[in-house]
């Protein structure tokens, strides 16, 4: 879809929420069969799926998600609160990522390759840089290759829905 003839920052704004939010619910479904096929292409090592970020369906209270929210929380949480604040940060932090992507689509031609391109950088940005500089994932270099199909396959996945979702919204505004 061209940028439209009249840009509209609010507009943007609400089908990139919109577009983001039904993003984050779609990575979040697409994990598991494609952490399932990346195992199965590359069968990780004893204790590699021990690490941090390398196993979103046996661990998930190690996922990055989670590793932040022990670290901002001053009192100890339990497992069980981990994990339903890890799903609220997962759906506000694509919410915003989708609010920024649709306010930035008025303007600039960021749905280039359906959206598949604003997922490989939101994942360069995130998972292959500053989360592991930061500590709350392993390095990529110690993390199981099948890390590499679920983890970097997710956000390509994001970024195309997220562009789909937009498309719709925007078009319906």
């Known amino acids: 879809m061209p940028r439209p003839a009249r840009p509209s920052l609010w507009k943007g ?13 779609v990575k979040a479904a697409a994990e598991p069969p494609l ?3 990346g195992e199965r292409l590359f069968p990780p090592a004893h204790g590699e799926k021990l690490q941090r970020g390398a196993d979103p ?9 989670a590793e932040m929210i ?11 609160e981990v994990l339903a604040a890890q799903q609220v940060a997962h759906y506000v932090f694509g919410s915003a990522v989708g609010v920024a992507y649709g306010m930035l689509a008025e303007t600039a031609p960021v749905g280039a390759g359906l ?3 604003a997922g490989a950088a939101l ?17 990529l270099d110690d993390l199981p290759e099948a890390w590499w199909v679920w983890e970097f396959g997710s956000h390509l996945t994001f970024g195309l829905a997220v562009e789909i979702v937009r498309r719709v919204v925007r078009s319906a505004l």
């Open 13 to 25: 704004a609400v089908s990139g929420l919109v577009a983001g939010f039904a993003g984050s619910y």
């Open 35 to 37: 952490q399932r096929l």
């Open 57 to 65: 369906t046996g661990h998930p209270e190690r996922m990055p998600p």
């Open 70 to 80: 022990r670290a901002a929380t001053p009192v100890p949480l339990d497992r069980s």
């Open 115 to 117: 959206g598949v391109p």
């Open 123 to 139: 994942w360069a940005a995130t998972h292959g840089s500053v989360v592991p500089a930061l500590g709350f994932q392993a390095d």
